[in-house]
């Protein structure tokens, strides 16, 4: 693919005030009929397109969108990259998304701004301190690096976290991750959607499925506000609205939606070099590149298609920080939001065959797709291409939920003691 | 220094009451009543930072909450605040501000190297380079140097906050003259109301036009009259320094109240916070919100010195400061023109540039009268100038398409204002959902008037674009009687005067980028959003690039993304883009608004919950005894228990040793109060528990306890612990520390959602009972000295059972249970007399060396005896049968208890599961970490197979060695006989990158015959 | 952050006080062992998740600790109103399960 964007182009085309900039994808009209279309245009939806063209040599692909492209939990989420996972099967999916994390940048030639300057995730009692041991060792032996840090040294490594013994829930120690990190979200999606429209592929904004074309359990088409679209092959990444797909397709899903919400303070000098995790305290910052504290908050309890959570959600998680971090009691919130998150019962996505032929789900992602953005799009494009799942996402089919094998991510932090 | 002072009786500043303040370590002098932002204008301040991107030389744009470029820095030590809108901080004396932007000085900035160079850096530049993965880390960190304005203390706040919950009839946003109408109306009626503003004092707009007159009263007297009713009224809440931040589902207004950064260091009162979060939840929210106005989009319009229109006319009225002398103002409408005429009034000389052909002729006659130089049909193509502005290159502008007919005059200026039209303030009308409406006859996106009446919101004034006084007061007293009607309430008002001096307006000129005559982006910098850096430019290049949804262009060019949220910019940026798609403005849409309307303290969010009332604590009724006995404590959920006790000279291993084997050898005592308890009674209990347990509960008789386990509809094991049979009607389950708040909601959701016939009811009685573990072969000695009348003897209180009796004078229940493999009795008793009954058994045991042993000291001798802890040798993925407990499941129950029909899946029931096992290292000294892999091999070339993990591991003081449990794949088979003889015992743990060689054996490592806990 | 109507204390609280119980009138088969593992699975784990109405239950957790059945909107957040299960059975009954 021609790298198109550089100090040169960026150089050339200053000198001529800007103007010859080409758009960075391409706005297709529906054609009647494709060879694949993805519903859902975001990061996930897109990098399934782009590795469909790139490494299965499918061209005739349609991306359709009911929004903008990259409208949904891709602009909304607090961009935190990791693979630490406790399960060989999620840590496998989630290292071969940071693998090619690591290339993405020159690979789209768009800077995604992957910056991988570590994830801590901090233990704060016994059992957190044991979760820890477990995954750390169970990352390495898989290849994936982490350690295992004590009260002292993440202290040294992040003086401003509050590791006071005096604390509610003193900081033990940590796993920490070095090669995890964030990126800049929206990035991901337009260097995809470049990507994918160099090679040809379709990305129909406002465009929203009203229903599926299945006969004698094969899929031939979609019925959509911008008309059908024929296609005997249909990936659906719709996150969020994954339920209301399905349920076109007469197909159950073990999902249910929640917002989850996120709030950012104002732009400060450099504070906060890496990113801080803490599941017992309920909160975890990072830090943008414009200078902002990215804050993640907790999921709402109750179901919601809005985008909006509720407050106490917020106040809490703000608590959280300020116990972690007691120097950011000072620091303002500027803007909240909620994203909608498709959570499954074990934690875990689905990438799967369905029981309508040619009818592909990837969701379920709950709290944790963006980091897993290209692994999936490309693990999810060999399932469509192949009809059949890579080795990697086979674990993550539909039918464990009958069968009994969950990855139960969830499970691995503890339930009781 | 040049005073800009014009010391007027109507300004709202105490002119008698001099301050002093200093920014960037330059001391000034200011007035009380003062904002940071006027006071420095007053002193001639005008380049107070620098500009994110370029380094652009900056100051001040607003006069409220709308500023991008006066970021400052408040005081230092742990009470500085970074950010700060210097047309926000009330100024007081001694108060300290510095600069969040300029390196290494606000004259000499590194940043502005890049202006010569910005037409290289256009929006998204970044994206386009700076690919190379191994060098982004050392771009990153310059260019996270470059950005961030103020900055995070260094130490914790001293300063506290609170919530308070407020439930109110109506809540009025905004104290201009409409919220203020309003609140008189509905105050009279009786209503309970709260009105809140953002400011200092109620008032709004009015503030700044003092002499406008109202029912032919001064705006200054109307208010004052208005204000003293509401005071007088008791059911009128009146909050000042108090901003609606957040609207949410259900009409949930949050606002946060000031009530200390406006007070000099010195007068602080310790003992209240420092801001106040208000709850209030209302039936009715009448947001009068007013509007903000929206500058013109020129170039070179981020000079210091160019300000909004409505600006210069609030410092000079409310404030007394006349920015500059010699004033160019420019506008697309009418409201610039009572300002204007103030100005000139005041002695500025003022050319107004009025963008439209044809002026309002009765403000162009007012304008005249005053002095004032109106050139119909012009525009400013440029403002010259660096760290300030000196001159206006005004242009003559076609009637009707936004090009340039003429270069028009260049007129030397210190000061320039402009005026595009005013933007309502719909922010909260839209946070829960409301959408805006595009006006194109006010240019403007406005709330209905009446807004969402069926969710109980209206609006009025300026936020409906209603911008006219009389027709905003008009407007207030409609919606009042809505509002009123709607509660079955009606008006109970005279006939009023609502007259006002003001001219009928005519239409705004619909320009929002003045053009210069040139393609967009060959001319000078023309800024939308000034925080960010983003010209219209930026935003004709987005839509070159097919970034054209408003969200696509808002997030290509950063748009509104700063801390002024985009009250300057949107409306501009939106409009700009439009006409680079030919597009209309609602066609192109608005970007979602998002709470916070204006930066919100974390502090605040989080009210009381830091520190130390973070989250509660939970202490059991003998936790002063520990404490006394040097007990270090653990977090178990939020109890805190006894880890283990120091004695002079230990460590911790020390300690733990000593107290296993107190309880091994003699007897120990152990505070169990934290287990879930949960009395359970009804003539169903037995069958309840059969649908709840794994086990079975028909045969239990009175007087008999039994280990249950509970298992999750997914045939996971979720909690444990041992039920009583108190009477064939009343039994009493206890449950693990962390899982008892949720094993109870657990069973009340079976009893009221799917068996509501059974006759049962259950309570949590945990903090009702105190109980005492006495454990070791001395504990029935000890419990013989301090109770008579319970039978002791092995034959008649036998292992399992439970007792009624009186122990050291109490009534109490004691329970032959072990969770330690030896003798062991618990004792029950009321929670208040938890202390007395543990002092008296540590006197009993005293002769037998009865030592108090915390969880460390349990968790050993529970896993010397292989005894499972939920939650730590069981993650959620662990049924009975991988536990080696098939003996807790009974099978044959004729209800299909909870879980059961899940064990049969293809998955959970196949061989080969992780099941729980004992483990020993080849090494005894050797104690293998908690969470150590189990490998099959030593071999580590990942990815290296996992077959488990461990999951308790301990020096075994009894044993005198270490001792592991771990779930293995397929451990029950391994640690057989037939496993031993194939070898398959023989695996690896592995931690933290070493490999130790351990066997798989049973899990019971200390009596397995259990002759202890029977005798 | 919700108001819900507690039909048994019958007060308007704030949705801190309640605790969210997920879909309701979910039916558990009646016979678990001759369900297969499909049926089971779609019990345990398949939930409607619609875009607008739902019917889910709330338990009033430092309340009464009853549990109750709400109809809500989840693309508003609007709530139709509140029942007793019983109550609520009727209503979800009469609107042909719909949902």
């Known amino acids: 693919m021609k790298k198109d964007y550089s100090f040169w182009s960026l150089f050339a085309k200053g000198l001529r005030h800007n103007e010859g900039w080409d758009p960075a994808w391409r706005s297709a009209t529906p054609k009647p009929s494709y060879n694949v279309v993805i519903v859902g245009a975001g990061g996930h939806g897109l990098a399934t397109a782009y590795y469909l063209a790139k490494d299965h040599g499918i061209r005739d692909i349609a991306v359709i969108e009911k929004g903008y492209l990259g409208g949904g939990n891709t602009a909304r989420n607090t961009t935190i990259v990791r693979s630490n996972y406790l399960w060989d099967e999620a840590a496998l999916l989630y290292e071969h998304a940071l693998k090619l994390w690591e290339g993405l940048t020159e690979d789209l030639n768009f800077n995604v701004m992957f910056s991988q300057r570590g994830v801590f995730n901090l233990g704060h009692t016994l059992q957190d301190m044991r979760d820890i041991e477990r995954r750390v060792n169970a990352n390495n032996l898989n290849g994936i690096d982490a350690l295992v840090l004590d009260a002292i040294e993440v202290k040294r490594r992040i003086p401003i976290l509050n590791t006071s013994k005096s604390a509610r829930y003193p900081v033990l120690g940590a796993s920490f991750q070095p090669r995890g990190g964030i990126a800049r979200h929206d990035a991901v999606a337009w260097g995809f959607a470049r990507a994918a429209s160099k090679y040809g592929v379709d990305i129909i904004e406002n465009c929203e499925v009203t229903g599926m074309d299945i006969a004698d359990g094969r899929i031939s088409g979609l019925e959509t506000t911008r008309g059908t679209i024929r296609s005997e092959r249909v990936g659906c990444v719709a996150s969020g609205h994954s339920s209301v797909l399905a349920k076109m397709a007469g197909i159950r899903m073990p999902i249910e939606s929640h917002p989850l919400q996120a709030f950012v303070s104002e732009s400060m000098k450099p504070v906060l070099d890496t990113v801080v995790m803490s599941n017992a305290v309920h909160g975890y910052a990072s830090q943008s590149d414009k200078g902002e504290l990215v804050i993640g908050a907790g999921i709402d309890h109750a179901t919601s298609y809005t985008q909006r959570g509720s407050p106490h959600i917020i106040e809490h998680t703000a608590a959280a920080i300020i116990e972690l971090f007691p120097i950011f009691s000072r620091v303002r919130m500027n803007r909240q939001w909620g994203g909608i998150v498709d959570t499954t019962p074990d934690a875990c996505p689905i990438i799967s065959k369905t029981k309508v032929k040619g009818l592909y789900f990837n969701c379920g992602w709950g709290t944790g797709g963006f980091k897993a953005t290209p692994g999936s799009g490309n693990v999810f494009a060999h399932t469509i291409a192949k009809d059949e799942p890579h080795p990697l996402n086979k674990a993550f089919s539909l039918d464990r939920f009958s069968t009994g094998h969950l990855i139960d991510e969830h499970g691995a932090a503890g339930v009781a003691h | ?1015 | 952050m919700f108001v819900l109507f507690c039909p048994h204390c019958r007060e308007k609280r704030e949705e801190e006080e309640f605790g969210y119980g997920g879909e309701a009138f979910r039916v558990r088969p009646v016979a678990p062992e001759t369900a297969d593992d499909e049926t089971w699975g779609d019990y345990l784990f398949m939930r409607k998740n619609p875009k607008g109405w739902h019917w889910e239950l709330w338990t009033h957790t430092t309340g009464c600790r009853k549990f109750f059945v709400v109809k809500r909107n989840t693309a508003t957040n609007a709530i139709a109103g509140s029942w007793t299960l019983a109550e609520g059975r009727n209503v979800y009954d009469a609107e042909g399960g719909a949902g």
């Open chain 2, 1 to 1015: 220094m040049t005073d800009f002072r014009i010391r007027h009786p109507n300004a709202r500043v105490d002119f008698r009451r001099p301050l002093s303040f200093s920014f960037d370590g330059q001391v000034y002098p200011g007035y009380a009543g003062d904002t940071l932002a006027s006071a420095l204008l007053g002193n001639g301040v005008r380049m107070l930072g620098r500009s994110f991107k370029y380094g652009r030389p900056r100051g001040i744009v607003g006069a409220g909450p709308e500023e991008p470029n006066a970021l400052v820095q408040i005081e230092a030590g742990p009470l500085t605040i970074p950010n700060l809108k210097a047309t926000q901080v009330e100024l007081y004396e001694g108060l300290i501000a510095r600069r969040t932007s300029g390196w290494p000085t606000l004259a000499f900035d590194l940043k502005s190297f890049c202006g010569p160079l910005s037409r290289f850096m256009p929006a998204g530049f970044y994206y386009k380079t700076f690919q190379n993965q191994k060098l982004w880390p050392y771009f990153e960190t310059i260019i996270r140097q470059a950005a961030g304005y103020g900055s995070a203390p260094e130490e914790a706040d001293p300063e506290t906050y609170d919530h308070r919950h407020r439930h109110v009839q109506v809540v009025i946003v905004g104290g201009g003259a409409c919220g203020l109408f309003a609140a008189l109306d509905l105050g009279r009626s009786g209503l309970n109301v709260v009105l809140l503003d953002e400011q200092n004092e109620m008032g709004g707009w009015l503030l700044s036009s003092p002499h406008t007159s109202i029912g032919g009263e001064s705006a200054e007297a109307w208010l004052r009259a208005i204000l003293a009713e509401l005071q007088s009224l008791p059911n009128v809440a009146v909050l000042t320094r108090t901003s609606a931040f957040a609207l949410h589902d259900m009409n949930l207004l949050l606002a946060v109240e000031q009530l200390q950064d406006h007070r000099p260091l010195a007068e602080r009162s310790e003992s209240k916070p420092r801001q106040r979060l208000h709850r209030i939840r209302a039936d009715r929210i009448i947001l009068a919100t007013g509007a903000i106005e929206r500058p013109l989009v020129f170039g070179n319009n981020d000079l210091p010195g160019v300000l909004t229109a409505s600006a210069l006319t609030t410092y000079l009225n409310r404030y007394g400061v006349a920015v500059g002398k010699r004033v160019v103002l420019q506008t697309s409408n009418d409201h610039v023109y009572q300002g204007a005429c103030d100005l000139a009034r005041m002695g500025c000389s003022v050319v107004l540039a009025d963008t439209r052909s044809r002026p309002n002729t009765v403000w162009e006659q007012r304008a005249h009268s005053a002095g004032v130089d109106v050139r119909p049909g012009y525009g400013i193509a440029a403002a010259h100038g660096g760290r300030t502005t000196h001159a206006a290159r005004l242009a003559k502008l076609d009637g009707e398409q936004n090009t340039v007919l003429a270069p028009g005059p260049l007129i030397e200026c210190d000061v320039v204002g402009s005026s595009g039209g005013l933007s309502p303030t719909v922010h909260l009308y839209c946070h829960d959902g409301g959408r805006p409406l595009w006006d194109e006859s006010r240019l403007a996106f406005v709330a209905p008037e009446m807004g969402r009446a069926e969710a109980g919101i209206f609006c009025t004034g300026a936020v409906t674009g209603t911008f006219g006084l009389q027709a905003g007061l008009e407007q207030a007293q409609r919606v009042t009687d809505a509002v009123l009607a709607s509660l079955q309430k009606s008006a109970t008002r005279k006939a009023r005067n609502l007259e006002t001096d003001e001219p009928d307006s005519i239409p705004a000129r619909r320009i929002f980028r003045v053009p210069d005559g040139k393609p967009e982006g060959h001319g000078k910098k023309a800024f939308v959003d000034f925080q960010n850096d983003v010209t219209a430019a930026d935003i004709h290049l987005a839509v070159r690039e097919n970034y054209r949804s408003i969200e696509h262009i808002k997030r290509y060019t950063a748009l509104g993304f700063g801390t002024d949220q985009g009250k300057l910019s949107n409306v501009n940026g939106f409009a700009i883009a439009a006409d680079a798609m030919g597009k209309s403005i609602p066609e192109v849409g608005t970007t979602t608004y998002r709470p916070a309307y204006s930066p919100v303290t974390f502090g605040t969010l989080a009210g009381a919950h830091e520190g130390d009332t973070f989250e509660p604590r939970r202490y059991t009724a003998m936790h002063a005894a520990h404490v006394k006995r040097d007990a270090v404590f653990e977090n178990v959920g939020q109890w805190l228990r006894p880890q283990y006790f120091l004695r002079p000279g230990e460590d911790r291993d020390a300690a733990v040793r000593r107290e296993c084997l107190a309880a091994r050898r003699t007897v120990g005592i152990m505070d169990a109060s934290t287990l879930g308890k949960i009395d359970i009674q009804g003539k169903d209990v037995r069958e309840f528990l059969n649908r709840i347990y794994a086990n079975a509960w028909t045969q239990l008789a009175p007087g008999k306890c039994r280990y249950g386990l509970m298992l999750d509809e997914n045939g996971m094991v979720m909690d444990d612990g041992v039920t009583a049979c108190i009477s064939d009607r009343h039994f009493l389950m206890t449950t693990t520390t962390g899982g008892a708040a949720r094993v109870l909601t657990w069973l009340e959701n079976w009893h009221q959602t799917e068996w509501p016939d059974l006759d049962v009811y259950m309570t949590s009685v945990t903090d009702h009972w105190a109980t005492a573990a006495v454990v070791g072969p001395k504990s029935r000695e000890v419990l013989a000295k301090v109770c008579s009348d319970i039978d002791f003897a092995p034959s008649a209180f036998k292992f399992m059972d439970w007792r009624e009796g009186t122990v050291a004078d109490v009534p109490a229940r004691v329970f032959r249970i072990s969770f330690s493999g030896e003798l062991a009795f618990e004792i029950n008793v009321d929670a208040s007399y938890g202390p007395h009954v543990w002092e008296a058994l540590l006197e009993a045991g005293a002769e037998f060396g009865i030592m108090p042993y915390g969880t460390d000291a349990m968790h050993v001798l529970r896993a010397e005896k292989g005894f499972i802890i939920v939650g730590q040798d069981t993650d959620g993925s662990m049924t009975p049968f991988d536990l080696d407990m098939a003996w807790a499941v009974a099978m044959k129950k004729p209800f299909s208890f909870i879980g059961k029909r899940s064990l049969a899946r293809s998955d959970t029931s196949a061989p080969n599961r992780k099941q729980l096992v004992g483990l020993l290292t080849e090494d005894p000294t050797v104690v293998l970490a908690e969470g150590a892999q189990i490998i099959e091999q030593s071999d580590l070339e990942p990815p290296v197979p996992m077959l488990g993990h461990v999951t308790s591991s301990y020096f075994s003081p009894e044993l005198n060695r270490s001792i592991a449990m771990a779930v293995v794949r397929d451990g029950i088979q391994r640690r057989s006989e037939e496993g031993r003889k194939l070898g398959r015992d023989a695996v690896f743990a592995y931690a933290d990158g070493k490999t130790h060689k351990v066997k798989v054996v049973s899990p019971v490592f200390v009596d397995p015959e259990g002759a202890r806990q029977n005798a």
